[in-house]
Structures are given as structure tokens and as C-alpha cells.
């Protein structure tokens, strides 16, 4: 059976997103290792330590995770005790692993789920090693103060925006 245009370029598309998602992967990683060495060398050798660079690299193993954890999935790389499976027939098999399948979206939903309540729950709170708030404003006032300029920076175009965003010319 020939494929279509539209199947080729969904076939390309997956392809090309797969890519990514290794590339990421690989460039999450990277910059996690250097990000920890260079912060070990800065605190032992210079007495300074990057006290961002702890927190960043938590937020990056995380993407490591999910990002890799999805790559996995999808070449069937997971850790997996096939005993019972091959003890099956084929028609048993397929059952199984449409049992699994389910389970495993039942779980990715609940983890989705609790991961937004958490995300909503923490929200506003400082962040404990940068002391800061989350880049993303949520209330009026938090976001005139993320959009003016830097001190220092001029950025008229930006600022024009944000002024015709609040309703003044």
C-alpha cells in the first residue's frame, strides 16, 4: 500500500519531532553537567558558589526526565518483566497490553492532574534558592512591573506595547 502526502509529511513531522526530542535531551544534559561543575569549581575554588545553578539543574532533570522517560516509551527502552506476556496467547497478549496502555494513561492523567494542582499551589511562592517569584506574571500589578524596561535598558517598541496594552496611546 502507497502512502499518501498527507501520512508521508505526518511521517516527517514525527520524524522531526523525535529528532528534537533527543536534542533536547542531549542539550539538557550538557548544560546540567556544566552547570554542576562549574558551580563545584566556582565554590571550591573561588569560595563563590552560583546559587542559582542548583535550582536550574532540578528544573532540568525534571525535563531529563519527562522528555526521556517519553522517548523511551516510544522505543519500548522501559524496564519491563515480560514473564506473564510470553506466557500468554497472542490473543491474551494483545489484551494485556491494551490493559497496560490504559493504565499507563490512567496514570499520566492523574500525574498531569496533580502536577497542575501543584503548579497552581505553588504559583506565587518564592522559589527556595533564587528568592525570587516565577518568571510569569499572574496578577495586573505583577505584570506592569515585568513589563517595564530594565534600568538601564531602552526598549521603546516594548515599552509602546505594554503601554497600548493597559489602554494609553
Keep these: 500500500m502507497q502512502e499518501t502526502g498527507g501520512a ?4 516527517a513531522a514525527e520524524a522531526w519531532l523525535v529528532r528534537l526530542n533527543q ?8 548544560s546540567m553537567a556544566t552547570l554542576v561543575f562549574a558551580n563545584v569549581i566556582s565554590r571550591y575554588v573561588f569560595s563563590a558558589s552560583m546559587i542559582w545553578a542548583e535550582e536550574l539543574t532540578q528544573y532540568q532533570m525534571i525535563w531529563i526526565t519527562y522528555l526521556g522517560a517519553g522517548l523511551a516509551l516510544r522505543e519500548g527502552r522501559h524496564v519491563a518483566v515480560d ?8 490473543r491474551w497478549q494483545r489484551a494485556l497490553r491494551a490493559a497496560m496502555g490504559a493504565l499507563i494513561l490512567a496514570f499520566l492523567a492523574t500525574l498531569a492532574v496533580l502536577g497542575a494542582r501543584m503548579a497552581h499551589f505553588a504559583w506565587d511562592r518564592k522559589r527556595p534558592r ?5 518568571a510569569f506574571p499572574t496578577s495586573p500589578s505583577r505584570r506592569r512591573r515585568h513589563l517595564r524596561p530594565a534600568p538601564g535598558l531602552r526598549v521603546p517598541r516594548l515599552r509602546r506595547q505594554a503601554l497600548r496594552a493597559r489602554g494609553r496611546p
Design 130 to 134: 533564587c528568592r525570587s517569584r516565577p
Design 23 to 30: 536534542w533536547l535531551v542531549i542539550a539538557l544534559m550538557a
Design 8 to 11: 508521508r509529511r505526518l511521517g
Design 83 to 90: 514473564l506473564l506476556d510470553q506466557a500468554l496467547a497472542p
